[in-house]
């Protein structure tokens, strides 16, 4: 059976995920308690003949289920008992992205019934801490539209097959904020700065220019050489002692030039040597001064 287990933060596009996995003929369970995910996948796995034929299996779980801290560690331990194999995919967003969201939508968050919209949030995260330190796959959706979420998903499920810990790198720019959960923290600052060579100013490090520019300096190879070698001594050893995901922020002033192509080669790198990666860009259209003029009258 491929069982896959959907979580992460309320309003961070679960909805939109569990509709990717019913289009690939998963088997979808929304909001389903902690305590009950062993005993679906029992029936799933043909014992009873209750569900047979279900080889493939979404089950999503949230603070909707409020004993989903105690009852997910539960389910964790007795499916590990069965030796069913399974991935935990964690959708996350920014504080600030996801009080927008339910101001938009009118929705009303699963914890707000006695405090804040903030402070639902804040709470939430805070109770599915443990739960994000056990996920294969972590997916900030805070920048990605539906269609890039589904994206994302066509890559996480990919990897999925390969084996050892998953990497997570985030670009971003000092000037707007530390990414509050990455695990190591690298400042590329240190690197000549696109932003200031007018040519190359409106690119970003995802644009040839930008590449061929930082790629003529000795200090970028050899950094990223060093950071390779080094991720590849750590990584291993992290997973031994019982790390399933490493987060990485990668960060320069803006997050749009130096940061995005360091994020961009290390990922390649270790995907390389064999890890799965994910990639993703907090603060690369950030400026307003980056966008075209389409984008600007939306």
């Not at 299996?57 to 030796?83: C, N, P, Q």
């Not at 749009?256 to 790198?269: Q, T």
Request: glycine residues 8%.
């Amino acid at each position: 059976m491929e069982l896959v287990i959907l979580t992460g933060m309320s309003g961070a596009g679960k909805s939109c995920a569990v509709s990717y996995f019913e289009d690939k003929g998963f088997f979808c369970i929304n909001n389903l308690p902690p305590r009950f995910i062993p005993e679906v996948v029992k029936m799933a796995s043909g014992e009873d003949n209750s569900m047979a034929g279900v080889d493939k299996m979404a089950l999503v779980v949230d603070v909707r289920s409020r004993d989903v801290i105690e009852g997910f560690a539960d389910a964790r331990t007795k499916l590990e008992e069965m030796e069913i194999p399974y991935s935990i995919i964690f959708l996350e967003a920014s504080d600030n992205v996801l009080v927008n969201r339910y101001r938009q939508t009118r929705r009303k968050h699963p914890l707000a019934d006695d405090m804040s919209l903030t402070e639902a949030i804040a709470t939430e995260r805070k109770m599915l801490q443990s739960i994000r330190g056990r996920a294969e796959f972590i997916i900030d959706t805070s920048m990605l539209t539906s269609s890039e979420l589904t994206k994302e998903l066509g890559k996480v499920m990919k990897r999925s097959g390969k084996n050892g810990i998953s990497v997570f790198i985030e670009s971003f720019g000092f000037m707007y904020g530390l990414p509050f959960d990455s695990d190591d923290i690298i400042d590329v600052r240190f690197l000549p700065n696109p932003f200031w060579i007018k040519e190359l100013k409106m690119f970003s490090g995802n644009d040839q220019p930008v590449i061929d520019y930082l790629q003529s300096f000795e200090e970028t190879k050899e950094f990223l050489d060093r950071s390779t070698d080094m991720f590849d001594f750590m990584l291993p050893r992290y997973e031994k002692g019982g790390r399933s995901s490493l987060s990485i922020g990668i960060g320069c002033t803006g997050g749009r030039h130096r940061s995005v192509y360091i994020a961009e080669a290390l990922g390649k790198a270790l995907e390389e040597k064999g890890y799965h990666v994910m990639v993703h860009h907090r603060d690369i259209d950030r400026d307003p001064r980056f966008k075209t003029n389409d984008e600007k009258s939306e």
